[in-house]
């Protein structure tokens, strides 16, 4: 494309001493992915911001103009690009899918390194074992960062914190201390019926709620701020504590 040929583009951002705006950055950076000249105007201050603002009538910055055209912000610019735009009310299980693929890695990896690096290793009874253990801590760890959160999500479908409340706040570390002592194996006469315990709870709830009740939730599973629905893989989640505590239980006798 030649010089006189290039798509222009103008944007406006934020950029001080104290606060550079990531969204400015971020448009930019599609704009010049996308082929355009970009006219980087920097609004250097506070009063610049506002005037820019008062100017324009807009409420946020930053802003792109293409071909005299304000397009708007950065999500309105990808709507414009062609780009596809997060709903933020969509709901998605890429949160536990996402999980469950680091704990399953996580799981072959450790084989892998215990086994002397033999790659047949990586796949053995030990690393399922792992695979469940390490997912019980990683979702007890997002409960944990914000434990009100999701014991006010729990409450929405959980029989035993609706008739015991505190349940929901004990149940993130339960599963993470049921996780870390089947990780090391130790403590097995403990971590065995707490996972059982929780997991039968869990999945008498979740199949009560979905699959008679027929609601639609949103599972506090990965914590409180997320949009996982409440459904089959909340259900997988507590049927592999179950498996794993009745596992672990068995090799008590």
Not at 175 to 181: K, Q, S, T
Request: aromatic letters at 12%; a positive charge; hydrophobic letters at 45%.
């Amino acid at each position: 494309m030649s010089a006189t040929n290039k798509k222009k583009a103008t944007l406006y951002r934020m950029s001080t001493d104290k606060h550079t705006c990531p969204f400015g950055l971020k448009s930019k950076d599609l704009l010049k992915r996308e082929g355009y000249e970009v006219e980087d105007r920097i609004l250097a201050n506070r009063e610049e911001t506002d005037a820019f603002k008062e100017k324009h009538d807009v409420k946020t910055t930053p802003q792109t103009f293409i071909g005299g055209e304000r397009i708007g912000g950065y999500e309105d610019l990808r709507k414009h690009l062609g780009k596809k735009v997060k709903d933020p009310n969509k709901k998605t299980y890429r949160p536990v899918i996402v999980l469950f693929v680091m704990a399953a890695l996580t799981a072959m990896a450790a084989s892998f390194a215990s086994s002397g690096h033999e790659l047949g290793n990586a796949f053995t009874v030990q690393t399922i074992e792992w695979f469940v253990s390490f997912a019980m801590v990683l979702l007890a760890m997002l409960k944990l960062q914000d434990v009100e959160k999701f014991s006010t999500m729990f409450l929405n479908y959980d029989l035993l914190a609706k008739r015991w409340v505190p349940y929901g706040y004990v149940y993130p570390f339960a599963e993470g201390l049921a996780g870390v002592l089947m990780v090391s194996g130790a403590l097995t006469w403990l971590s065995a019926p707490i996972a059982l315990f929780i997991g039968t709870i869990g999945a008498v709830s979740v199949f009560k709620a979905v699959y008679i009740d027929k609601r639609e939730l949103k599972c506090a599973c990965v914590g409180g701020g997320n949009n996982v629905p409440l459904g089959f893989i909340s259900l997988t989640e507590n049927l592999m504590m179950i498996a794993m505590g009745l596992y672990m239980g068995s090799k008590l006798f």
